[in-house]
C-alpha cells in the first residue's frame, strides 16, 4: 500500500535559520503530494501541494519539488520565524477516492 | 460560512454519557472523512464517507458510530466511551478526483472522564 516517511522530529531552530523536512513516499501511479501544517490548538491546514513529477509546490515562504526519481517531497524556507512553530504533515492522494495517506508529522519549534 | 466547521470545541462525557460530534461544509465537496489525532500517534483515519455512502471503516469499535444525512454535514455519535477514546477528533472534506488537497476543521477536544 501507499506509505509516507517523514523525517522524525522535534527539530528546534533559531530564527532566520534554513528548514529542511525530508519526506519520502512509495506509492504506485502517479500521486499528488501535499504537506500540511497544524498550530498548536487547531486542524491541519494545506500549506501547499504538487501534482506531478517536477513541479514545485510554494506558499508563505515555504517550497517542496515532486521529485519521481526519488521519490521524495521535501519542504524547505530559507529563514524560519517564531510563528512557523507547527507540526507539518506530509501527504500524498492516489486514487479517485480522494483519500490521503498521511506522515506522522514533525513538530519545528523555532526559537528566537 | 467557508470552510469546515466542526462543534463543539470542546467536549467532556462520562463514561456512560451519549454526545455527537457535528461537522459541516458548504465548500461543495462530496467526500467527507473523521480522523482521530492522540497525542504522540499519527492520524488515524476512522471513516470515509464519498457521496454520503460510507466507503470505509478502519475496525473503529461501535461505541463511535458516524452518521453523513447529506454531502455538508457529518455527525459522529458517541456512546460509551472509554478514557483511551480521549483525543482531538478532526473532521475533514475534499473534492474527489480534483487534487484539491483536504480542508480540515479545527477539532473537537474530546474528554472523556
Known amino acids: 500500500g501507499d506509505s509516507v516517511t517523514q523525517m522524525e522530529g522535534p527539530v528546534t531552530l533559531s530564527e532566520e535559520a534554513f528548514l529542511t523536512i525530508n519526506c519520502t513516499y512509495t506509492a504506485t501511479g502517479y500521486p499528488s503530494l501535499f504537506w500540511y501544517v497544524q498550530y498548536p490548538g487547531e486542524g491541519l491546514q494545506l500549506l501547499l501541494k504538487a501534482t506531478k513529477a517536477d513541479d514545485k509546490g510554494s506558499n508563505k515562504g515555504f517550497e517542496a519539488t515532486y521529485r519521481k526519481e526519488t521519490t521524495s517531497f521535501h519542504l524547505e524556507k530559507g529563514s524560519v520565524q517564531v510563528s512557523d512553530s507547527a507540526v507539518y504533515f506530509c501527504a500524498l492522494t492516489n486514487t479517485n477516492a480522494g483519500k490521503s495517506t498521511f506522515g506522522d508529522g514533525t513538530t519545528l519549534t523555532v526559537k528566537p | 460560512e467557508t470552510g469546515v466547521t466542526q462543534t463543539p470545541r470542546h467536549l467532556v462525557m462520562g463514561m456512560t454519557n451519549k454526545k455527537s460530534l457535528k461537522c459541516e461544509q458548504h465548500l461543495g465537496h462530496n467526500a467527507m472523512y473523521w480522523y482521530k489525532q492522540s497525542a504522540k500517534k499519527p492520524l488515524e483515519l476512522m471513516f470515509v464517507?464519498?457521496?454520503?455512502?460510507?466507503?470505509e471503516n478502519n475496525s473503529v469499535p461501535s461505541r463511535f458510530s458516524p452518521e453523513c444525512p447529506n454531502s455538508s454535514h457529518l455527525f459522529l455519535h458517541l456512546h460509551t466511551l472509554q478514557p483511551e477514546d480521549s483525543a482531538l477528533y478532526l473532521c475533514?472534506?475534499?473534492?474527489?478526483?480534483?487534487?484539491?488537497?483536504?480542508?480540515f476543521g479545527s477539532g473537537t477536544r474530546l474528554t472523556v472522564v
Open positions: 475533514a472534506s475534499t473534492m474527489t478526483g480534483e487534487n484539491y488537497g483536504y480542508t
Open positions: 464517507y464519498s457521496l454520503e455512502e460510507r466507503v
